[in-house]
């Protein structure tokens, strides 16, 4: 599962780097043009991490505001802002095709 949990991150990683969701629809830009959406520091992107246990993984981050940055909602001032929905998180049809290859090697190997 440890295994997982790290392809996982690396593949969230590369939602932020390819400004999609995880099947691959495009986010929609930030307004202020100060550079790449989600990714102007960093910060959420690098937050993103793993646990896990002997069935199981998630994947997620503890920066306060992932959450709103995921599934959208009201924001701001008196909540006054519509913040756009852009999922990062999630597992894309090319990562259950790597999941299953990762258990699958696991299985096979004996371990």
């Known amino acids: 599962m440890d295994l997982v949990g790290a392809f996982l991150v690396s593949s969230v990683v590369d939602n932020f780097e390819n400004q999609s969701d995880p099947i691959g629809i495009a986010w929609l830009p930030s307004k202020k043009k100060t550079g790449r959406t989600l990714i102007k ?3 959420l992107m690098n937050s993103i991490t793993h646990i896990f ?3 199981s993984v998630a994947v ?8 709103i940055h995921q ?14 929905a852009r999922p990062y998180l ?3 049809i ?8 990762i258990l699958n ?4 190997s004996g371990v």
Do not use: F, Q, W
Request: net charge positive; hydrophobic share 30%.
């Open 90 to 92: 999630g597992v894309g």
């Open 53 to 55: 246990g002997s069935g």
């Open 105 to 108: 090697d696991h299985l096979t």
């Open 41 to 43: 520091k960093e910060l």
């Open 71 to 84: 599934l959208g909602g009201k924001t701001g001032r008196n909540l006054s802002v519509h913040m756009p």
């Open 94 to 101: 090319k990562d259950r095709v790597e999941i299953k290859n």
């Open 60 to 67: 997620g981050s503890n920066v306060i505001y992932a959450a």
